[in-house]
């Protein structure tokens, strides 16, 4: 090959694919002047050829074991996430179950409430001589309850 520029003579593209291809054999890292993705591809590519038969198995050895390490920290990172949705929708049905229990809690300590004044309201009542019957009409317990509290 005829081309004989030094690295600081290269100029453009052109100069740069020459250069890489005559120096190709002596070149141990690549030269800061080629450093774009195309030839950091292509450095790699003919790094990897210049390997022994041994030297490209243990390398593709190391690659599928880096993907595999990389596929399994991808599944877990989605089971991690999935978990996570997993336990946001219990807590919230949770909160959900709590504030529906909360408010039946509300509503029966209401209703005893009310019970109680209506026991309370029919005892004076009672004292006071009125017939059971009409005890039961203003108080809204049955006959049994106010008979029971005699």
């Known amino acids: 090959m005829n081309f004989v520029k030094s690295e600081a003579e290269v100029e453009d593209e052109l100069d740069k694919v020459f250069f890489m291809l005559k120096n190709m054999s002596t070149l141990k890292t690549l030269p800061r002047i080629m450093?774009?993705?195309?030839?950091?591809?292509?450095?790699?590519?003919?790094?990897?050829?210049?390997l022994?038969?041994?030297?490209?198995?243990?390398?593709?050895?190391?690659?599928?074991?880096?993907?595999?390490?990389?596929?399994?920290?991808?599944?877990?990172?989605?089971?991690?996430e999935g978990l996570e949705k997993q336990l946001e929708?219990?807590?919230?049905?949770?909160?959900?179950?709590?504030?529906?229990?909360?408010?039946?809690?509300?509503?029966?300590?209401?209703?005893?409430?009310?019970?109680?004044?209506?026991?309370?309201?029919?005892?004076?009542?009672?004292?006071?001589g009125l017939l059971v019957e009409q005890i039961a009409e203003a108080t809204g317990l049955s006959i049994k309850e106010i008979e029971k509290l005699k």
């Open 52 to 80: 022994t038969k041994e030297e490209r198995t243990m390398y593709d050895i190391s690659l599928k074991r880096k993907w595999d390490a990389e596929a399994v920290r991808m599944y877990q990172q989605e089971q991690v």
């Open 89 to 128: 929708e219990a807590i919230k049905e949770a909160k959900k179950a709590s504030l529906v229990a909360k408010a039946e809690g509300l509503a029966e300590g209401k209703a005893e409430g009310e019970h109680n004044k209506a026991i309370e309201t029919a005892l004076k009542l009672t004292k006071m």
């Open 35 to 50: 450093n774009s993705e195309v030839f950091q591809r292509f450095f790699q590519l003919a790094s990897y050829a210049k």
